[in-house]
C-alpha cells in the first residue's frame, strides 16, 4: 500500500459474515415499518433495540446477565472438569471404556431439561439444581472431544515415547495431552454452547432471576421486546465466550496447523 492512503474500513474477512445480518434486519425493519407483522408479537429491530440500551443503563439487563453467567461458569467448570478426567481416564484405559459403554450409552442422549424436574425434586430450585442441570449439558460433549483426542494419537509419537523410555507421566503430558487438545477445545466451545441452552432452561421453570426468567416473565407480560433482549443478550454473550475460547486456542495451540 502506497504511503498515506488508508486501508479499508471493514477488513474482508468482516464483510461477509457481517453481510447476511445486516439484510436480515433491514427486511425485518422494513416489513415492521410496513406492517407486515403485528408489533405485538414481533416488534421492530430499532423497538427491541431501544428497549435493550434502556435495560442496560439502568442496569436490569446486566443483573440477570450476571446470575445466569454464574450459573453457566460454575456448571461449565465442573461438568467440563468431570468430562475431561474420565475422557482421558477412558480413553487411557480400553478396559474402562468398556465396562461404561452401556452406562454412557443409555444416558448420553437424554436431553439435559429431561434431567430439570428431577433435580428440581431431590436438589430443590436453589442454585445446587441449576448449576448440575449445567454441569449435565456441558459434561458429554467435553467427555466424548477427550475420549476422542485420547483415541487420535499417533502411534508414531507413542512408538518414539517407549523407544526414549519416557515414563507414563511425561507420555501423558509431553505426548497425549498436546495431541488431545484440538479435540478437546473443541469439546469446550460446544459444552459452552450447551451450557447456555441449559441454564435458560432451568431458569424457565424455576427461578426468581436470570435471564430465563426475564425471558419467561416478559413473555407472561406480554412485553415481546424485553423477551427478545433476553434472546439476544444469551446470543450476544455466547458468541463472545465462544470468541475468547478460540483465542485462548490459537494462542495455545499455535503448533497446530488446522488453526490460522
Given at each position: 500500500?502506497?504511503p498515506?492512503?488508508?486501508?479499508?474500513?471493514f477488513?474482508?474477512?468482516?464483510t461477509?459474515p457481517l453481510?447476511?445480518?445486516v439484510?436480515?434486519?433491514?427486511?425485518?425493519?422494513?416489513a415492521?415499518?410496513r406492517?407486515?407483522f403485528?408489533?405485538s408479537?414481533l416488534p421492530s429491530?430499532?423497538?427491541?433495540?431501544?428497549?435493550f440500551?434502556s435495560?442496560l443503563?439502568s442496569?436490569?439487563?446486566?443483573?440477570?446477565?450476571?446470575?445466569?453467567?454464574t450459573r453457566?461458569l460454575r456448571?461449565?467448570?465442573?461438568?467440563?472438569?468431570?468430562g475431561?478426567l474420565?475422557?482421558?481416564s477412558?480413553g487411557?484405559?480400553p478396559?474402562?471404556e468398556?465396562?461404561?459403554?452401556?452406562?454412557?450409552?443409555?444416558l448420553r442422549?437424554?436431553p439435559?431439561?429431561?434431567w430439570?424436574?428431577?433435580?428440581?425434586?431431590?436438589m430443590?430450585?436453589?442454585?445446587?439444581?441449576?448449576?448440575?442441570?449445567?454441569?449435565?449439558?456441558?459434561?458429554?460433549?467435553?467427555?466424548?472431544s477427550?475420549?476422542?483426542?485420547?483415541r487420535?494419537v499417533h502411534?508414531?509419537?507413542?512408538?518414539?515415547?517407549?523407544?526414549?523410555?519416557?515414563?507414563?507421566?511425561?507420555?501423558?503430558?509431553?505426548?497425549?495431552l498436546?495431541?488431545?487438545?484440538?479435540s478437546l477445545?473443541?469439546?469446550?466451545?460446544?459444552?459452552m454452547?450447551?451450557?447456555?441452552a441449559?441454564?435458560?432452561g432451568?431458569?424457565l421453570?424455576?427461578a426468581?432471576?436470570?435471564?430465563?426468567?426475564l425471558?419467561?416473565?416478559?413473555?407472561e407480560?406480554?412485553?415481546?421486546d424485553?423477551m427478545l433482549?433476553?434472546?439476544a443478550a444469551?446470543?450476544?454473550?455466547?458468541?463472545?465466550?465462544?470468541?475468547?475460547?478460540l483465542?485462548?486456542?490459537?494462542?495455545?495451540?499455535?503448533w497446530?496447523?488446522?488453526?490460522?
Amino acid at each position: 500500500m502506497a504511503p498515506g492512503k488508508k486501508g479499508p474500513i471493514f477488513r474482508p474477512g468482516w464483510t461477509l459474515p457481517l453481510l447476511i445480518p445486516v439484510l436480515l434486519l433491514g427486511f425485518w425493519q422494513t416489513a415492521c415499518d410496513r406492517s407486515w407483522f403485528e408489533s405485538s408479537y414481533l416488534p421492530s429491530p430499532r423497538a427491541i433495540a431501544g428497549s435493550f440500551s434502556s435495560m442496560l443503563l439502568s442496569g436490569e439487563l446486566w443483573g440477570h446477565l450476571k446470575v445466569s453467567l454464574t450459573r453457566v461458569l460454575r456448571g461449565f467448570a465442573l461438568g467440563a472438569g468431570a468430562g475431561t478426567l474420565l475422557g482421558f481416564s477412558m480413553g487411557l484405559f480400553p478396559r474402562l471404556e468398556k465396562a461404561l459403554s452401556l452406562l454412557t450409552g443409555l444416558l448420553r442422549p437424554i436431553p439435559t431439561i429431561a434431567w430439570v424436574p428431577a433435580l428440581i425434586l431431590w436438589m430443590g430450585i436453589g442454585e445446587s439444581s441449576k448449576v448440575t442441570v449445567i454441569a449435565v449439558g456441558s459434561f458429554w460433549p467435553v467427555l466424548l472431544s477427550a475420549l476422542q483426542g485420547v483415541r487420535s494419537v499417533h502411534p508414531h509419537y507413542l512408538e518414539v515415547a517407549r523407544v526414549l523410555k519416557k515414563n507414563r507421566w511425561t507420555l501423558l503430558t509431553r505426548v497425549i495431552l498436546p495431541s488431545a487438545l484440538p479435540s478437546l477445545f473443541t469439546g469446550y466451545r460446544v459444552g459452552m454452547g450447551i451450557a447456555w441452552a441449559s441454564v435458560v432452561g432451568a431458569e424457565l421453570i424455576a427461578a426468581s432471576s436470570g435471564i430465563g426468567y426475564l425471558i419467561m416473565y416478559a413473555r407472561e407480560v406480554s412485553q415481546p421486546d424485553v423477551m427478545l433482549v433476553g434472546v439476544a443478550a444469551i446470543g450476544l454473550t455466547g458468541l463472545f465466550i465462544d470468541w475468547l475460547l478460540l483465542r485462548a486456542e490459537r494462542k495455545l495451540l499455535a503448533w497446530h496447523r488446522g488453526l490460522p
